[in-house]
């Protein structure tokens, strides 16, 4: 197979594939295609492997087994039990199977690697008389399944792990830079020419040294997975362990030839920062190259009588509460590379195109390119008079005039006037304001109204057929007007991209602050939490419904399934209910819903919290004898499971959930069933005996009205023999 001419499929950061296009052809790929994020080529396996070993921008290197058939589940299964799996997996070999991609078959990656798994393992224990063992981690073979549209590429994948994922970086920051989208940087800017030339390399705000560690490895002709101990490949059955062994030898000898000098420089006002730039230098073998210091960027000066690149990582405030010192410093940054580097090469990397107009700068080229799921920018400047603009305070636009800004600031003020008094009367201090009313400023704002006022903004996502630039103008515009228009500091404008989460992305922690406020909502208090979860811990569509559940509460004994925070269990207590019983997978949020409890004086034995697999708590407890009156289930629209194939898909389960929970409900009971995905439809022939009532009207909160479909609401009670006696 060494020789064979093979296909290929490399994976890199939206915007870096021509340049990992290049380098593949400096392997020797042929027939080279490149797309957005990836390109796809022709080679042999030496091909394969050097792109392994050397690509510095490449994510994944995936070795292509054909496309097929997509059109049905049934339909991939079969045609992946059709490929010779004995060519690739050995017999005792470990398997890991992964899923991109999806159709209206194949809704959820997860289950496209299972479906993928199981034809896999089927196959060979068909051909082969036994299965290979299934390892998550570091499996000797890692196949990989992308679907898209009515086909689908099975791939082996060569590179494992990530390449991006190198050997030095323990520390990166509070937002750091991928390895392979600084490498593509670097490349794009020419570093690579201007050291071969004896050109020098500054970054003036270092952060942990991404840059740094990189440019060096590119100056020392030092392959990047050099170091690595696994790749995906390495157990594949058609590994050729002796060329492997070559190219490496081969690798290490060019790394040996190099003389090092200290050509690479790095500061940053941050102490912490340098020290784990410096570590990583050490870490990646590069020390001899670096030098890191604590500096201030207003006192960055270019070494004398050297010429070369600057490039630069600058923050540019995800949060859009985070930007309001951020125009100032990008000023300075303009300052410091205007004057301290005049004649020299600038590349600068941004998440935030419209701050650079501070720079006070012409870019003679920009380039679009992501790190992570952060669309950014990177400008190329000529450091001469030629590229100077006039002062940056004169370039700034003033953001809060322009007329599409006036209209949203205009807007808040009605939907606020209108708003607010019924809150008051309605006991309400959290509500929200405003819900993409204007579909060009594509925003939720939510008004908390605690000791002082906090707004929290969540942007929608804004389709790829949306101009990215305008949206960011919007965005700005948005930042400029909240403050003035509700009254509100700065500082306590908190935002969130509001986007489709994946598995436990959903709940997963942004930051650590630890920061919490208290709210009050129909007498009740909650704790929140504005900044280190995508949500802050009280759904505000659920309102009413909790409300209802108050009503409905009175002696029962209540059950809060996917409980999150509590905050329907504290509306049952509130209610008089004799005992709840909340169940989520979470510590953490049940740790916030004791809190929750505790807040309004719910501290008795009597409410108790479990951490469990909702379905697999529901099977243990009804031959314990386990029976609730009340029962609210809320579970998520997707989610990893122990049971369901290792999927939980709302759509496709919720009868199953539905019956489980039924089991556990007293024959006068009513269980309360609700969704927010906002395509779903219940299965209502598969539930005919039960008696189902859509309450989703009068669910939706007055705040809510112009998205009625945020939440789906259902009562449902059951005939004799459906709920327990």
Known sequence: MNDNVLYWIATAPVGAAS????????????????????????????????????????????????????????????????????????????????????????????????????????????????????????PDVLLHMHVEATTALVSVDFSGE?????????????????????????????WAESAERGGWLVDPMCGSGTFLSEGALIAADAAPALQRTYFGFLGWHGHDAALWHRLCAEAQSRRDARVPRRCILGSDIDGQAVRAAIA????????????????????????????????????????????????????????????????????????????????????????????????????????????????????????????????????????LQRLQPWAQRERINCFRLYDADMPEYAFAVDIYDTDTRHVYVQEYAAPKSVDQEGARERRREVLAVLPGALEVPQPQVHTRVRKPQKGAEQYAKRESLGERFAVEEGGLKFWVNFRDYLDTGLFLDHRVMRGMLR?????????????????????????????????????????????????????SERHELHRADCLTWLEQQEPLGARFDLIFLDPPTFSNSKRMEGVLDVQRDHVGMIRRSMKLL????????????????????????????????????????????????????????????
């Open 551 to 603: 009503d409905w509460a009175q002696g029962t004994d209540f059950l809060n399934l996917f409980c999150y925070t509590g905050s329907a269990s504290v509306y049952a207590a509130a209610g008089g209910a004799r005992s709840t019983v909340s169940v989520d997978l979470s510590n953490t949020y049940l740790d916030w819903a004791r809190d929750n409890l505790r807040l309004n004086g719910f501290t």
């Open 162 to 190: 990530s390449l991006h994922l190198r050997s030095y970086r323990e520390e990166g920051g509070r937002a750091p830079l991928k390895e392979n989208v600084a490498a593509a940087v670097l490349l794009r800017a020419g």
């Open 666 to 725: 007293r024959r006068a009971g009513r269980l309360v069933f609700s969704t927010n995905y906002t395509r779903f439809k219940l299965d209502g022939a598969a539930l005919s005996d039960l008696a189902v009532e859509d309450i989703t009207a009068p669910t939706i909160p007055k705040d809510f009205e112009r998205h009625t479909r945020i939440h789906r609401c259902f009562s449902i009670r059951g005939a004799a023999g459906n709920v327990a006696a």
């Open 280 to 415: 990583n230098g050490e870490r990646a073998g590069v020390a001899d190259w670096l030098h890191v210091e604590k500096r201030a960027l207003a006192d960055v000066v270019a070494p004398a009588g050297q010429t070369g690149l600057v490039v630069v990582n600058p923050p540019y405030g995800e949060r859009i509460g985070a930007e309001s010192g951020l125009p100032a410093l990008y000023t300075q940054l303009g300052e410091t590379l205007r004057h301290g580097f005049s004649g020299w090469q600038a590349a600068i990397l941004t998440g935030n195109p419209p701050l650079a107009r501070n720079l006070g700068m012409f870019a003679k080229r920009t380039h679009r390119v992501f790190n992570g799921p952060i669309e950014c920018r990177l400008l190329r400047f000529e450091l001469n008079a030629a590229s100077l603009e006039r002062p940056a305070e004169e370039l700034r636009a003033d953001w809060a005039g322009r007329p599409g800004a006036q209209m949203f600031a205009n807007r808040l003020r009605k939907n």
């Open 19 to 138: 340049v990992l296009a290049q380098e593949l052809a400096q392997f020797g790929a042929e027939d080279i295609r490149e797309r957005s994020h990836d390109v796809k080529f022709q080679g042999n396996l030496e091909v394969g492997y050097r792109a392994c070993l050397w690509s510095r921008s490449a994510t994944r290197v995936l070795l292509s087994l054909g496309q097929i058939d997509a059109l049905s589940a049934k339909s991939v299964y079969e045609s992946v039990k059709r490929i010779d799996w004995r060519q690739h997996i050995a017999p005792g070999a470990t398997l890991a199977c992964d899923c991109s991609g999806g159709n209206e078959s194949i809704r959820h990656t997860i289950y496209g690697s299972q479906l993928l798994k199981d034809a896999v393992c089927d196959a060979l224990r068909e051909t082969r008389g036994e299965r290979p063992n299934i390892k998550p981690e570091r």
